[in-house]
């Protein structure tokens, strides 16, 4: 089992640009959810996706896009960047949840660098 | 709203010695979970324990164990025979519900000294 995969592990993109980060869910899971991580601080939640809807949304502008395809991968997608956009960005796959726990698996994260 | 608080940005512990994390949280559920995640410079999360709100005794996974103290909303990590692999970015997080999103604290980084 290859876990949470996620590409690229680096990127450097330039101010105004697009980006596009990619996330392969642990085999069996299809619930994911993102997470930025800026340097020196703990995740935070930007959105999750189940059954290729968003479920839930943290607090991100809508700059900050997703998307779940139908074999459960998903993309997370960042218009217009500025410098405040550079970070780790952290995947996490599980099952939906409901009465019984389900752990979250992390992927080891994309780094975002922004110029 | 949730959030985690943890006011210790860095540790340091002798090998073989006992050290302890804090972290306090706040959150309208009576229902959820904590964890204690790892963080090593692999920057891949890693679960070292968890503890659901419901259940008085208080979590252990070998030399890991917490001290959960619902009323006053405090989660603190104990580690015992602190390991030279333990050092790493220690984060508490909260999840009010299972499959849902999780929140971090700020983290705490252990230094482990030989």
């Known amino acids: 089992d290859a876990g949470v995969t996620q590409s690229p592990t680096h990127l450097i993109k330039t101010r105004g640009q697009q980006v596009t980060l990619r996330c392969s869910p642990k085999s069996g899971h299809d619930t994911v959810s993102w997470y930025q991580q800026a340097l020196g601080q703990g995740p935070q939640f930007i959105f999750q996706?189940?059954?290729?809807?968003?479920?839930q949304r943290g607090n991100f502008p809508d700059r900050f896009s997703g998307h779940q395809f139908p074999n459960y991968s998903s993309e997370l997608n960042v218009n217009a960047l500025l410098l405040g956009d550079s970070a780790l960005y952290l995947c996490?796959?599980?099952?939906?949840?409901?009465?019984?726990?389900?752990?979250?698996?992390f992927g080891q994260g994309t780094r975002l660098t922004v110029v | 709203a949730q959030t985690v608080t943890q006011s210790q940005p860095e540790m340091s512990v002798q090998e073989a010695e006992t050290v302890t994390l804090s972290c306090t949280y706040d959150?309208?559920?009576?229902?959820?979970?904590l964890f204690w995640y790892k963080q090593p410079p692999s920057r891949q999360m890693i679960l070292v324990i968890r503890?659901?709100?419901?259940?008085?005794q208080n979590a252990t996974e070998n030399r890991f164990s917490v001290n959960f103290q619902k009323a006053a909303k405090s989660f603190s990590l104990k580690i015992s025979d602190s390991q030279l692999g333990d050092a790493a970015m220690y984060f508490c997080a909260l999840q009010e519900t299972s499959g849902s999103r999780l929140t971090f604290g700020e983290g705490t980084q252990l230094t482990v000294n030989p």
């Open positions: 503890q659901e709100a419901y259940k008085q």
């Open positions: 959150t309208s559920e009576s229902d959820y979970y």
């Open positions: 996706y189940y059954e290729e809807e968003e479920r």
């Open positions: 996490a796959s599980s099952l939906p949840g409901g009465e019984v726990w389900t752990e979250a698996f």
